[in-house]
């Protein structure tokens, strides 16, 4: 059981990244802000601070994590970069994709980051605050999302404090996320993409930038990445999907035409909407409301991603 700890907040300047930095290299974990959410940080070399990660959230340990790097050449060190993978990132990095590729025998990774994989999930990051993390500690950096296994994700240093609070010791405030989902995982082939986990990165972006096609990988491949459990970015209190009008006890997440009690997008923006999905379901979790209903999101670009995010949190 995770030992209780003094949580520090500090606004994400030099001085705290100096400092975060010094907690990485000691083997501690830190929260730090990313364009997607806010991970939780440590050095994916070491496996007594990886598993600090594991026992912060009560995470499973089948289910692996996301290593963030500072360039392609690091990644290079970690992974085996094939022709597709190197076009992918070129593209892309920094931002919001994950690559799953096979890790390398020589790389120095904690097993424990792999979860039993052969491969290994390898991010770019554009946030100037990880980058300047990785930067500073000098280390490939694991983090998934900071928050308990399978809650919402935080997209604000207050979501981190909520569900992690007394069980780290740093959370870097650097305010709202901008993109608010997770980053797309991908696998790269010679002659395909397999889509492992929606996001921010949409198949259109992924077959353009690869020209080849994007399939889809379902749940008979078992876990091969992070976010790929059924029941995940899930409140405390039941969820319903495709609501058009709220009954009774019911806090209405509203998108478009449907107003609600908040709105993820008046204008039905998507991309405005996925940058407002898990504070809108932290809002409605605090609600007074038994529980949450959310409205119509179409089935098209990020619109995949926040209706993925919305099937797990309802399952």
Not at 40 to 69: C, E, M, Q, T, W
Not at 70 to 91: F, G, H, I, Q, T
Not at 139 to 149: D, F, T
Not at 297 to 315: F, Q, S
Request: hydrophobic share 45%.
């Amino acid at each position: 059981m995770q030992p209780d700890v003094s949580t520090e907040l500090r606004h994400c300047d030099e001085c705290a990244i100096a400092y975060a930095a010094e907690l990485i290299r000691a083997g501690q974990t830190v929260a730090v802000p990313t364009e997607t959410v806010y991970g939780l940080a440590a050095d994916a070399r070491n496996s007594d601070a990886v598993a600090r990660i594991y026992a912060a959230k009560g995470r499973p340990s089948f289910n692996p994590l996301i290593v963030h790097v500072a360039d392609v050449p690091m990644a290079a060190k970690l992974a085996e970069m094939n022709d597709m993978a190197e076009r992918l990132a070129k593209a892309f990095w920094p931002g919001p994709l994950t690559l799953v590729l096979p890790v390398r025998a020589e790389a120095g990774l904690s097993p424990l980051v792999m979860a039993g994989l052969p491969t290994v999930a390898i991010r770019c990051a554009a946030h100037p605050a990880m980058r300047a993390l990785i930067e500073a500690s000098g280390a490939p950096l694991a983090a998934p999302s900071a928050n308990r296994s399978g809650a919402i994700s935080p997209t604000r240093a207050e979501h981190v404090l909520r569900s992690l609070g007394g069980r780290i010791p740093l959370v870097l405030d650097g305010g709202q996320t901008a993109r608010g989902i997770e980053s797309t995982i991908a696998s790269p082939a010679a002659d395909h993409i397999r889509l492992l986990r929606p996001g921010p990165i949409t198949t259109e972006m992924l077959a353009r930038a690869s020209g080849l096609p994007v399939v889809v990988s379902g749940s008979d491949h078992g876990i091969e990445a992070p976010g790929q459990m059924e029941s995940h970015y899930a409140p405390s209190k039941p969820v319903r999907l495709n609501v058009l009008s709220a009954e009774r006890e019911e806090y209405l997440i509203g998108f478009g035409a449907v107003s609600g009690d908040i709105s993820l997008s008046e204008a039905g923006d998507l991309d405005e909407a996925a940058a407002a999905l898990f504070a809108a379901l932290h809002i409605a979790d605090a609600s007074s409301a038994e529980r949450i209903a959310v409205a119509p999101i179409p089935m098209e670009g990020v619109g995949l991603a926040i209706n993925d995010r919305l099937r797990r949190a309802a399952a």
